[in-house]
Nanobody
Framework: QVQLVESGGGLVQSGRSLRLSCAASRNIFDFTVMGWYRQAPGKQRELVATITRGGTTNYADSVKGRFTISRDNANNTVNLQMNSLNFEDTAVYYC???????????WGQGTQVTVSS
């Protein structure tokens, strides 16, 4: 039983920044990988960024150089710093976590990010 709660979404003008947070109900080192996905209106869900238990990060080409994924181990949170936002970043952003050994996947409820042009 795992809960993931996203926060930090909102409405922002293009060129500005937002930071999303995903708070997990258990030690984040129980997960082999955590990440952020997003789904824009009329589009498929896509991977944005991931971070492994060992700290390895991976980014979608569309956000590379603008977004940074990080962990706050003491607070069992994973963050997504989003800089230089543009209209194409508008989407519902979902936190994802995969449990070690069992590989059971969990998802948060999503947080809306809207970037005005």
């Amino acid at each position: 039983q795992v809960q993931l709660v996203e926060s930090g979404g909102g409405l922002v003008q293009s060129g500005r920044s937002l930071r999303l947070s995903c708070a997990a109900s258990r030690n984040i080192f129980d997960f082999t990988v955590m990440g952020w996905y997003r789904q824009a209106p009329g589009k498929q869900r896509e991977l944005v960024a991931t971070i492994t238990r060992g700290g390895t990060t991976n980014y979608a080409d569309s956000v590379k150089g603008r977004f940074t994924i990080s962990r706050d181990n003491a607070n069992n949170t994973v963050n997504l710093q989003m800089n230089s936002l543009n209209f194409e970043d508008t989407a519902v952003y979902y936190c994802n976590a995969v449990l070690r050994l069992s590989f059971q996947a969990y998802w948060g409820q999503g947080t809306q990010v809207t970037v005005s042009s």
